[in-house]
DNA sequence: TCATTAAATTGTT
DNA sequence: AACAATTTAATGA
């Protein structure tokens, strides 16, 4: 490709730094400042931050294909969350200065942090719908949507390599009452539940799974 | 490649 | 939180 657009693009890539992240890592801290706008290649990351109690507050996962610190790297401010890998991870960099360089360069990737940006910002609004929501079943359900949204997390696909475990953590909730809640939605056929992860089989179900119970 | 063993994950109480 | 059952990953012949 001899297009305008592929000199940018070269250049993000050649900037594209690849770092493997072991469980429980952090990949950045809330406070320091940002060298790099992520990209999860593979695994499974957690955005969380501390609050006065220090509680964890999870506010939510990053699977592979999912992009985080768009809005700090534009401001050039710290970090304000903490991303801490679940397991063992990929994860991917591109220093801020690229980052600004490409948005001072190409169309483009002002489509893509822009429609980053408004993907995100609906999401969190469901977030907030979620966490008002009682019922764990329809909290999972929520929150397993999200987790499978196209847009942000392209990665994705159709499975989903998550553990139980993993999932609880994100939810807030046991592993035990996730596992039942999964039973549940595998029961009316919005999920399969496979072995280190979970197949989705009909995402509307997942989402609109709002009203009843 | 196959069989054995260890580790991880799940289902249940 | 603990347990047994199941699945995967690792090991070595």
Known sequence: ????????????????????????????????????????????????SDNADGQTMTFTGVPPGGWFGEGTAMKRETYRYNIQAL????VAGLHVDTFHWLLDHS??????????LNERLGQFIAAREIDRMTN??????????????PVLYPGVGEVLRITQQELAYLVGLS???????????????????????????DLGALRSQVTFR
Not at 16 to 26: H, M, R, V
Not at 107 to 116: A, H, K, W
Not at 136 to 149: E, G, H, K, Q, T
């Open 1 to 48: 490709m001899d297009s305008p657009l592929a000199a940018e693009r070269q250049r993000a890539v050649d900037e594209l730094k690849i770092a493997d992240a072991d469980t429980s890592e952090y990949i950045c801290r809330i406070g320091r400042p940002v060298t790099y706008w992520f990209g999860v290649v593979d695994g499974l990351l957690k955005m969380s």
């Open 136 to 149: 764990p079943d329809i909290r999972v359900a929520r929150s397993l949507a999200s987790l499978f949204n």
């Open 107 to 116: 169309i483009g990737f002002n489509r893509f942090v822009m429609n980053q």
């Open 175 to 201: 592993r035990q009452r996730v596992n039942e809640a999964l039973t549940s939605l595998a029961a009316s056929g919005a999920i399969k539940v496979e072995y280190g992860g979970l197949r989705v089989l």
């Open 87 to 90: 397991r063992k991870s990929r």
